[in-house]
């Protein structure tokens, strides 16, 4: 696989993505751009919630997200994506713009009871935005590690993932799922 350039967390919303791609960051020896999902929603128009725009329009704007991951990775940047890539098209789109990237896919894993309560703590989601995530995000994934951050500590968690990003499989799971695509 060779040294990871990307790497890509999958979890719902409130699971820990951000704070783990934060605490990453602040321990990976090469420097890393974060980049999450959120940030690039977040720059839309403050009327209305984007998740009510159309089918259409979300579709065209998380595929532009990817391209954008990907144009980053091309251009020999290391990258810390948070997303919540719970559409099987979307993923091996995904896997086929990084095709030329490695990438180390995380599963970030959360129990339901807590990000419900997270997401009422945050108070800037849509209430049974954490459920519905939930109950798809991790259906069409196969992952290089997965984390519990409702059972494990920030701190555990990076230690984990830093494990396998030093030690990369020798196929990763985007080249996996890039063979059964």
Known sequence: MGEVQVILLNG???SGKTTLAKALQNQLAV???YF???DFWSKLPERGNPLDHSFEFRYKLYYGFLHCIAALADCGNCVIVDTVADDKEALVACARLLSKANVLFVGVH???VVLEARELARGDR???TAR???ERVHTHSHYDIEVDTSTATTAEC????LKVHSTPPAQSA???LLTTA
Do not use: K, T
């Open 12 to 14: 719902a919303s409130s």
């Open 31 to 33: 420097p890393h751009v």
């Open 36 to 38: 999450g999902e959120d």
């Open 110 to 112: 959360c129990d339901l």
């Open 126 to 128: 849509s209430p049974g």
């Open 132 to 134: 519905r995530q939930h």
């Open 158 to 161: 990076v230690e984990a993932v």
């Open 174 to 176: 985007f080249e996996r």
